[in-house]
C-alpha cells in the first residue's frame, strides 16, 4: 500500500499486491495493532461466549487427556518415565503438544472462514493467523499454570523432579511450536481454497500425528522397542520439540542437539514456505473460495 498525490494536491491511497513472496511486511502490520489486538479478543472472547464452563474448557481437556493417557500407555501398556510421575509426564507432553496443535489446525482454514471479511476489507491478511497465533498462547499460559501446579504438588510429595537449567530457553522452544504450527496453516489454508477435502483430512491428520510426536512417550523407547519404525519419530520435528520441552520442565529425557536443530531447521522452512504461498494466495482466492 503507498499513498500517491493527485495533481489537485489531493492524497489517495493505492493498494497493490505485495512486490515480494517473502514479504512479512510487519511495518504494515504495526500500522494495523489496533486490528491485530482486536482480532487476538475476539478469539479469546468469543471462543468460550456460549459455553457453561467457559474458559475451564483450557483445563479440563489437558487434565482428562493425560488422565486417560496415563491408564492407556503407563498402567496397561507399561511405559516406564522414571523419577517423574507418569501423570505429569503426560501433562507435559499434552501442554506443548496442544499449542502446536490449535496454531496448526486454527490457521488452516483462515481464508475460508474469513472470505467474506477479506473480500469486503483491506487489511494485511497475514494478521488474521498471526492474531491466532497470539490468541493461544492465553490457553497455553493456563495450561502450563495447571503443569505448574501439579509439579509443585507431587515435588510436595517427595517426587525426585527438578527443573532443567535449559529453562531459560523455553520461550524459544514456544516460538518454534508457533511458528511450525503457523507455517503449515498457512500451507494448508491456501490449499483448502482450492481443495476444501482438506479440512477434513487435517482433523484426523493431526490426531494420527499426535500418536508420532512422543506425547505420551520418550523417543528412546521408541528407538529401543520398534528400531525399525523409529525413523517415522525421528524424522517429526514436533517429537524433538515435545521431548525437549520435558528435558527443560522435568529435568526427565534425553536432549538431542542434532535432533533438536532439525526441528528449528525444518520450522523456519516450513515457515517461509507457508508464508510465500500464503502471500502468492492472497492475491487470487477470492475467485476459488
Not at 471462543?47 to 457453561?52: F, S
Request: glycine residues 6%.
Amino acid at each position: 500500500m503507498k499513498h500517491k498525490r493527485t495533481n489537485n494536491n489531493e492524497w489517495l491511497i493505492e493498494i497493490t499486491p505485495k512486490r515480494s513472496l517473502f514479504e512479512l511486511n510487519l511495518k504494515e502490520v504495526w500500522r494495523y495493532k489496533d486490528l491485530l489486538f482486536l482480532f487476538v479478543k475476539r478469539d479469546v472472547v468469543t471462543l468460550y461466549k456460549q459455553t457453561i464452563l467457559g474458559p475451564l474448557w483450557y483445563i479440563i481437556q489437558p487434565l482428562f487427556t493425560s488422565v486417560i493417557f496415563t491408564i492407556v500407555f503407563n498402567n496397561i501398556a507399561g511405559i516406564n518415565t522414571g523419577n517423574v510421575p507418569p501423570f505429569l509426564f503426560n501433562l507435559a507432553g499434552v501442554t506443548s503438544w496442544n499449542y502446536f496443535r490449535e496454531c496448526l489446525t486454527s490457521t488452516s482454514d483462515t481464508f475460508k472462514k474469513n472470505a467474506n471479511l477479506f473480500g469486503k476489507v483491506y487489511f494485511p491478511r497475514i494478521i488474521m493467523p498471526i492474531s491466532i497465533v497470539i490468541s493461544n498462547l492465553l490457553k497455553f499460559a493456563i495450561q502450563l499454570g495447571v503443569l505448574i501446579i501439579f509439579y509443585g504438588y507431587f515435588y510436595y510429595k517427595g517426587y525426585q523432579i527438578t527443573l532443567n537449567k535449559l529453562i531459560v530457553f523455553y520461550p524459544l522452544l514456544v516460538i518454534t511450536m508457533a511458528l511450525l504450527g503457523l507455517g503449515l496453516g498457512m500451507i494448508i489454508s491456501s490449499m483448502v481454497t482450492k481443495y476444501r477435502d482438506l479440512t477434513f483430512l487435517v482433523s484426523f491428520g493431526v490426531q494420527l500425528l499426535m500418536y508420532v510426536s512422543a506425547v505420551m512417550y520418550p523417543i528412546s523407547l521408541v528407538k529401543e522397542k520398534l528400531a525399525s519404525y523409529s525413523w517415522i519419530v525421528e524424522y517429526n520435528p514436533m517429537a524433538y520439540i515435545i521431548e525437549t520441552s520435558r528435558v527443560m520442565l522435568l529435568n526427565d529425557g534425553e536432549l538431542s542437539v542434532k535432533g533438536l536443530l532439525f526441528s528449528f531447521v525444518l520450522t523456519i522452512i516450513v515457515f517461509f514456505t507457508g508464508l510465500v504461498i500464503f502471500n502468492s494466495t492472497e492475491k487470487s482466492f477470492i475467485d476459488t473460495v
